[in-house]
């Protein structure tokens, strides 16, 4: 099969189109035909770059988030059957420890992250435990399937995380960003109130579109002054800060409501930043990482929200996986108007 495979850390060229091996599933195992896998910024073009701190061993065929056709099924797989349409959620078991054979693959010691610590989507075909298949319904596209599966869930964690509660303020930073986008929409439809925080015009408008109340441009308006303006001089009781960058930071930070909540699990935008104790202690604030248990009800919701139109999902173009290099490029851009999705079909 063809698979996009990186031999050494670097820039986008270390992206090679190889032919390597088809996978055979093994037992419990299903063999994917790809259909679709989405380029991640915090995710692939960082492990790509420098292996971004996950223990990776190369060779690496990136690729966390792949939908497809289930093509073929190793022995001991019951569920999931050949032709089935399915995206992937939660990381790999080892299938062999008391927890995987139990059937409680997520307290496995060493799951793995597709695409990090094991072999991912950016290839024609990928193997995979059956358990991690979750079926899509009719008519949602691959492609949105992708995107569904990469940012709902862990929006929807992030919100549990943060304890949003109906009629609470949220802030969301980069929120027509692929992670932001999702976050609009799962603070809403948890009855919050949302204003959505972007860096230019286009995004702030992109993110209203998706429901947000109110729409702030931090790189052209002062956000704490404007989200305390739109709060009723209050603050926000969760602010989604998945940027972390020195200059955006204080404003997003100095925008929580005394008692607020500001969960992150993204530092796309640097990662050190200042953190104004004094601020967190006298205002009983909380920072809390957002990444851990995600729940797959919370995926299965968020495709029948899909297909019933009211989740929305930003695709800003689709190429085909041989392209991956370019694709890789086009999002280290930032520029891009919702996620770039690579096709192993095309
Ligand atoms: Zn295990």
């Known amino acids: 099969m063809k698979a996009v495979v990186i031999r050494e850390f670097g820039g986008p060229d270390v992206l090679r189109w190889e032919d390597v091996e088809t996978p055979s599933p093994g037992p419990g195992e299903v063999l994917l035909r790809v259909h679709a896998v989405s380029v991640n910024r915090t995710l692939d073009l960082q492990v790509r770059q420098d292996g971004g701190n996950y223990g990776v061993t190369l060779p690496l065929v990136l690729g966390n988030d792949p939908s497809g056709v289930v093509a073929a ?5 019951e569920a999931t059957k050949i032709g089935d349409r399915v995206a992937i959620f939660g990381g790999v078991g080892c299938g062999r420890c008391q927890h995987c054979t139990g059937g409680h693959q997520r307290r496995c010691a060493s799951r793995k992250m597709l695409g990090v610590q094991c072999w991912g989507g950016y290839a024609e075909y990928l193997k995979i435990p059956a358990v991690n298949c979750v079926p899509l ?5 691959f492609a949105h399937a992708t995107v569904i599966a990469r940012h709902f869930p862990l929006a929807f964690g992030e919100c549990y995380r943060a304890d949003l509660k109906t009629g609470d303020w949220a802030l969301v930073m980069g929120a027509a960003g692929g992670l932001g986008s999702c976050l609009v929409q799962v603070a809403k439809s948890l009855g919050a109130h949302t204003v959505a925080a972007a860096g230019t015009d286009q995004r702030v408008e992109l993110a209203m579109s998706l429901g947000a109340d109110f729409g702030v441009n931090y790189r052209r308006q002062d956000l704490e002054r404007e989200v305390m303006r739109i709060t009723g001089g209050r603050g926000a009781d969760a602010v989604f800060e998945n940027i ?10 100095n925008s929580l409501a005394p008692g607020g909540r500001l969960v992150t699990v993204g530092a796309h935008g640097g990662g050190l930043v200042t953190l104004d104790v004094r601020r967190l202690y006298q205002q009983r604030l909380r920072v809390i990482s957002g990444l851990g248990a995600e729940r797959r009800e919370d995926l299965e919701r968020s495709f029948q929200l899909a297909r019933a139109g009211k989740f929305r999902v930003l695709v800003d173009r689709v190429l085909p996986l041989r392209e991956a290099a370019a694709a890789h490029r086009l999002v280290g851009t930032n520029e891009p108007l919702g996620k770039v999705i690579l096709d192993p079909t095309v």
């Open 137 to 141: 319904p009719e008519g949602l596209a």
């Open 244 to 253: 972390a960058d020195p200059a955006l930071w204080p404003g997003a930070f």
């Open 73 to 77: 099924a190793g022995p001991e797989v």
